[in-house]
């Protein structure tokens, strides 16, 4: 743990933080700094899920008028003759895309560490959707966040 004081106007609060990064000798007394911490250090979790067979999977949904960081992406899926697995971001209405692979030729095996602001639009949840019976995991690292854009400002965006 790290005392770090906080300065607001006249007033000023000690508190605790615990930065597992940095080292606690490298920090002394007096130092000065600005400390942040971001959505996916905060609030960051994952969810994983395994399953075997064709159709539309719900994996992951939002809060209400939340919406979804997502930060890592990995994907497994057997070789089956016309097979796809897609992940796709939707709301009911509008779907896009994040990945989608064929299986047909070969298994796959895809791991992703999105450095980017990955992040879903209002409302919007994460399907699986497959082709053919396909046996297929999926992890992703996200974290949910108490708002989002509109689909349309959203799709503007990008």
């Known amino acids: 743990m790290v005392d770090v004081t906080l300065i607001a106007g006249d007033a000023e609060t000690v508190v605790q933080v615990y930065d597992p990064i940095l080292p606690i000798e490298e920090i002394s007394a007096g130092t000065v700094g600005l400390y942040g911490l971001s959505p996916q250090f905060v609030a960051g979790t994952f969810k994983s899920l395994g399953a075997s067979g064709a159709g539309t999977t719900t994996f992951l949904n939002s809060s209400s008028n ?3 960081l997502i930060t890592d992406l990995i994907l497994s899926a057997d070789k ?3 097979g796809t697995v897609e992940v796709r971001i939707t709301d009911g209405v ?4 994040m990945v989608k692979v064929i299986v047909t030729d070969a298994p796959v095996n895809l791991a992703a560490g999105i450095a980017g602001r990955f992040q879903t639009w209002r409302d919007a949840r994460i399907d699986v959707v497959v082709a053919n019976a396909v046996t297929w995991n999926l992890t992703l690292g996200y ?3 108490k708002s989002g854009l509109e689909f349309s400002d959203w799709n503007a965006r990008r």
Do not use: F, H, I, T
Not at 94 to 97: A, D, K, L, R
């Open 94 to 97: 509008n779907s896009e895309p």
């Open 143 to 145: 974290a949910k966040m």
């Open 66 to 68: 939340g919406s979804l």
């Open 80 to 82: 089956v003759q016309s």
